[in-house]
């Protein structure tokens, strides 16, 4: 193995690939030499004698001057290498600044909300999404009244449950679903009455008791939940007309209407999404009505 590398011909120091001693004979480039000093793997060692003042050549180029008179196999460093460079720079750093012009501040037309935050709505309208369901809507407000229902409000409620769809439109008027909406209502109410009186501990039962239904029943109830967390709301926004709650139903969303406003119905229906995506993903059912729980009774307070 090479004990040296003469990088380039003009080069009159050579870098040591290994350690050398004082001593050693080495050759590079047909140049015999003997080291006079030890030289550390990867030091500069002198192939020629060079004198005081004298340009010490690595790269083809001049790296510095020797401050003394260095013998042939003599370790080139600091201690007898003066650098090349012309002494120490400084840079100073003296940037500009365009003119910026100034800027009114921006304004718009709203209004400040209870929490700080500002809104821009000040008329809240409920469209339907497609014009054509209009009709859909008065075809099963006709035929649940053929089908025997002759109060038009819960006529018109029961067409809009259906959801479009007649056959559903006919379990409603039959009161085939009967029992499960008032399974699921009496659920939806025991949350509701221990999340607004803060009874935690009461909490973790009724999310057993929902724990114990079926799957189906489980993902029954969260729809219904949703449903009347959004009746309430429209309620509490004074819109009673779109609103398609009667009975039981209407008494007790009527009282619990205060409860349920802007600043808690979208996280609320979050929830219920959450858990409904869990439940339908076979979620162990103690867990999810546990969390939904605690957490729906967080944001149920007056508004």
């Known amino acids: 193995m090479a004990e040296l590398l003469r990088i380039t011909p003009q080069d009159n120091v050579a870098v040591a690939l290994t350690a050398l001693s004082s001593g050693q004979t080495v050759t590079v480039d047909g140049i015999l030499l003997t080291t006079v000093t030890d030289v550390p793997a990867g030091h500069k060692v002198a192939l020629f004698p060079i004198k005081a003042g004298e340009k010490v050549i690595k790269y083809g180029f001049p790296i510095g001057y020797a401050k003394e008179d260095i013998p042939v196999g003599a370790h080139v460093h600091v201690h007898?290498?003066?650098?090349?460079?012309?002494?120490?720079?400084?840079?100073?750093?003296?940037?500009?600044?365009?003119?910026?012009?100034?800027?009114?501040?921006?304004?718009?037309?709203?209004?400040?909300?209870?929490?700080?935050?500002?809104?821009?709505?000040?008329?809240l309208w409920i469209l339907p999404t497609v014009g054509c369901v209009n009709d859909i809507a008065r075809q099963l407000e006709r035929a649940a009244q053929e089908r025997g229902v002759t109060d038009p409000v819960k006529a018109r409620n029961i067409a809009r449950l259906a959801g479009g769809d007649l056959v559903e439109l006919q379990h409603l008027v039959a009161g085939e679903s009967d029992a499960l909406r008032k399974e699921n209502f009496e659920l939806f109410c025991g949350l509701m009455r221990l999340s607004y009186n803060d009874r935690h501990l009461e909490l973790v039962t009724w999310a057993e008791e929902a724990a114990q239904l079926s799957r189906e029943q489980q993902r029954a109830f969260l729809r219904d939940a949703s449903r009347l967390l959004?009746?309430?709301?429209?309620?509490?926004?004074?819109?009673?007309?779109?609103?398609?709650?009667?009975?039981?139903?209407?008494?007790?969303?009527?009282?619990?209407?205060?409860?349920?406003?802007?600043?808690?119905?979208?996280?609320?229906?979050?929830?219920?999404?959450?858990?409904?995506?869990?439940?339908?993903?076979?979620?162990?059912?103690?867990?999810?009505?546990?969390?939904?729980?605690?957490?729906?009774?967080?944001?149920?307070?007056?508004?």
């Open 80 to 123: 007898n290498l003066h650098t090349g460079l012309s002494g120490e720079l400084t840079y100073e750093y003296h940037p500009t600044y365009p003119t910026v012009p100034q800027i009114p501040v921006a304004t718009f037309m709203g209004y400040p909300r209870k929490d700080g935050r500002v809104g821009v709505r000040n008329e």
């Open 230 to 303: 959004r009746e309430s709301y429209m309620l509490h926004a004074g819109i009673n007309e779109i609103s398609y709650l009667w009975g039981e139903e209407l008494a007790f969303c009527s009282k619990f209407a205060p409860f349920v406003g802007s600043q808690n119905i979208e996280p609320l229906i979050a929830e219920i999404e959450c858990a409904l995506a869990q439940i339908s993903q076979n979620g162990n059912p103690t867990i999810v009505f546990t969390h939904f729980a605690l957490s729906v009774s967080k944001m149920i307070k007056r508004l």
